[in-house]
């Protein structure tokens, strides 16, 4: 959605901070958000030059942060997670740890804004597979925002 000019959120928050989680907070910021990255772990699993450049560009870091829920009806409005605390956002990306994602999406309603990518839809399939996939869904996303037809799901 960032690189189709879609994009809309604002407040993100990406789950995970090892390489490709820094790669998706970077996106995001050239998108304009205001991202925070979570990991359940007490630090960063990456280059320590990574997490240096995020801190300078203002990305919070919240370690021991376990998601285990997300809050919105709608449209995500925030994130939980099991001390307790939540995190206003209206985007969540899921970047790795392991986490079953799927598992979480299975608790949450699935709507119209909610779009499953991916190896949370379809374990197991390689990267190229999953960018394909991601990429058909934001161009059927930016069809159904722009009211255009589209054949895509």
């Given at each position: 959605?960032?690189?189709?000019?879609t994009f809309t959120g604002t407040r993100a928050v990406?789950?995970?901070?090892?390489?490709?989680?820094y790669s998706?907070?970077?996106?995001?910021?050239?998108?304009?958000?205001?991202?925070?990255m979570t990991t359940a772990g007490t630090r960063h699993d990456s280059y320590a030059s990574?997490?240096?450049?995020?801190?300078?560009?203002g990305v919070a870091l919240r370690t021991n942060a376990r998601v285990?829920?997300?809050r919105g009806r709608d449209r995500v409005e925030a994130i939980e997670f099991e001390d307790g605390t939540t995190l206003a956002c209206d985007t969540i990306v899921f970047?790795?740890?392991?986490?079953?994602?799927?598992e979480l999406v299975r608790t949450a309603p699935i709507g119209p804004t909610v779009h499953l990518v991916g190896n949370v839809r379809l374990p197991?399939?390689?990267?190229?597979?999953?960018?394909?996939?991601?990429?058909?869904?934001?161009?059927?996303?930016?069809?159904r925002l722009e009211h255009r037809p589209t054949t895509n799901p």
């Open positions: 959605l960032v690189h189709t000019g990406v789950v995970g901070a090892e390489h490709v989680s998706a907070a970077l996106t995001l910021l050239h998108a304009g958000c205001e991202v925070t990574f997490a240096w450049v995020m801190r300078a560009r285990a829920a997300i970047t790795g740890e392991w986490v079953a994602e799927d197991g399939r390689r990267a190229d597979q999953c960018a394909r996939e991601a990429l058909d869904i934001a161009n059927a996303i930016r069809d």
